[in-house]
């Protein structure tokens, strides 16, 4: 009678394990297996791999209540100035949209309102965000976890790596702080989490993995190979941190890819070590240092590298234009050297030449290895700081116009657009920053017209710049080519066009 109820009770046992497992998988997608009874057969062969590494914890909640004080939403008041967009309003009628019909109108000044997120990063109110969401800012307020809100001044910013850092105004308290990892040892695969204020809602918390590492975001991010993650990130998550297990923040949220502004579960996040060293800078001069070379950099593609008459295995950066009074200029580089490594180290794009000079700080010695009509020869130059981007868009450069480099169209650029055969000038290079570039002209387009006249070559582009001013215009029309259609473009004459 003892062992048929103790059989009863194993019975009993067995079922209500099985019973919880299987409503844990029914709530959260998971499959859990329950123990085996003695009396069953057990395999013997071992498990594949030697060791299964732990998976997720059956709860984030102790990491979250330690690092959760730390994070902060920012909230931002400002004023920008907005102009309404004349490209689809044809020139003829610009006049008649009053002070948003062209690009010489005023523009009207809105009130801007934003939300973010940060953390703090000391004891004594310092404060780590993205400058995007502080740009412009003239009034700013953290609020904390408990609901308090006080006034935060920025200590420095960095637009290049889209890194801020403010300061809590007037307050000498011992504020909950978290720690960026400055040699973060992360992996693809790895948790991640994900704390800040998406759409103002604030403390919301999301985990995730990392998906990539290394990703570059275009232009926009020179200086920065990202973290994409999947820990679901919105609007107003902008400078929170990422995570890992231990608590380290491995990341500051930067950016989502998304067609509709919401998570689709592709974020990214600005790599800690990264976040550290530019922290560190903005906390001690208010801003960060490059170095400075003066050229517009152009990566070498099939299609230039075959018109150039390059063969063989040969990579490097081709210079499309040479910004005067620059290290670059001093130094005796010319547009159409090609440098193929920096202090010995091989240099294979644009974005990677970039980066490498910036690297050095300013009045540093860099030794350029340079082709030059095939032949290889040693420039030595010597770095400048790296002007703002304001100064950089109105740089002058040998040979260009707007900040670009033409040519006569090719046919082949001409079949590739669909256009008629003996018509147009083919952008070769740009400038980064540049006028035509801000516009969206891209190399590969050609341009049709000019000043409302036809345009075969660079001189005629030229020629009609020089009339437009004589006639007192401040910007030349241009009809643009490009792989969407043609679209006329106003490109703003500088004081050096």
């Avoid at 091989?346 to 690297?359: E, F, W």
């Amino acid at each position: 009678m003892k062992s048929n109820s103790r059989a009863a009770r194993s019975a009993a046992t067995l079922s209500s394990t099985v019973l919880s497992a299987l409503t844990l998988a029914a709530v959260t997608g998971i499959l859990v297996a329950a123990p085996v009874a003695q009396a069953q057969s057990v395999d013997p062969r071992p498990a594949y791999g030697a060791a299964v590494p732990q998976g997720a914890p059956m709860s984030f909640a102790d990491l979250i209540e330690s690092v959760s004080p730390a994070v902060v939403s920012i909230e931002v008041t400002g004023e920008v100035e907005v102009r309404m967009p004349t490209r689809n309003i044809p020139p003829q009628f610009r006049e008649f949209f009053g002070p948003f019909g062209g690009q010489d109108g005023e523009p009207q000044t809105r009130e801007r309102r934003a939300e973010g997120s940060g953390f703090f990063i000391s004891a004594d109110g310092l404060v780590v965000t993205n400058n995007h969401v502080v740009a412009d800012a003239d009034q700013i307020s953290i609020v904390t976890s408990d609901g308090e809100t006080l006034p935060a001044s920025i200590v420095g910013t960095d637009p290049a790596t889209d890194l801020a850092v403010l300061r809590v105004d007037g307050e000498e308290g011992s504020f909950p702080f978290v720690t960026l990892d400055e040699d973060p040892n992360v992996r693809v695969g790895d948790w991640v989490i994900a704390v800040g204020n998406p759409f103002g809602l604030g403390g919301t918390v999301t985990a995730g993995i990392i998906s990539a590492k290394g990703r570059p975001l275009g232009a926009g991010s020179t200086y920065t190979d990202f973290l994409q993650i999947d820990a679901p990130i919105n609007r107003g998550n902008s400078g929170g941190p990422a995570f890992d297990l231990e608590g380290n923040v491995i990341g500051v949220n930067s950016a989502i890819f998304s067609p509709s502004g919401g998570n689709v579960g592709i974020g990214f996040a600005i790599p800690s070590d990264l976040a550290s060293d530019i922290v560190a800078q903005l906390v001690e001069s208010g801003g960060v240092v490059r170095g400075y070379l003066g050229v517009g950099p152009q990566t070498l593609t099939p299609e230039i590298r075959d018109a150039m008459g390059i063969e063989g295995e040969i990579e490097g950066v081709l210079l499309s234009s040479v910004i005067v009074d620059t290290p670059a200029e001093a130094a005796g580089l010319e547009q159409g050297d090609i440098v193929i490594a920096v202090d010995g180290d091989p240099v294979t794009d644009a974005r990677g030449l970039t980066r490498r000079i910036g690297a050095f700080p300013p009045g540093a010695s860099v030794a350029l290895a340079v082709l030059r009509d095939g032949e290889e020869q040693i420039i030595t130059v010597t770095l400048a700081e790296r002007p703002g981007q304001d100064d950089l868009a109105a740089a002058p450069s040998s040979g260009e116009l707007f900040g670009m480099m033409m040519d006569s169209a090719t046919d082949e650029a001409r079949e590739r657009l669909n256009l008629d055969e003996g018509r147009g000038v083919l952008v070769t290079g740009l400038r980064p920053g540049g006028e035509a570039a801000e516009k969206g002209i891209r190399v590969g387009d050609v341009i049709l017209e000019a000043g409302g006249e036809d345009v075969v070559t660079p001189d005629d582009v030229r020629a009609a710049a020089e009339a437009a001013r004589e006639r007192g215009r401040s910007a030349l029309l241009v009809l643009v080519a490009t792989q969407g259609g043609a679209r006329y473009l106003a490109l703003q004459f500088t004081d050096d066009e």
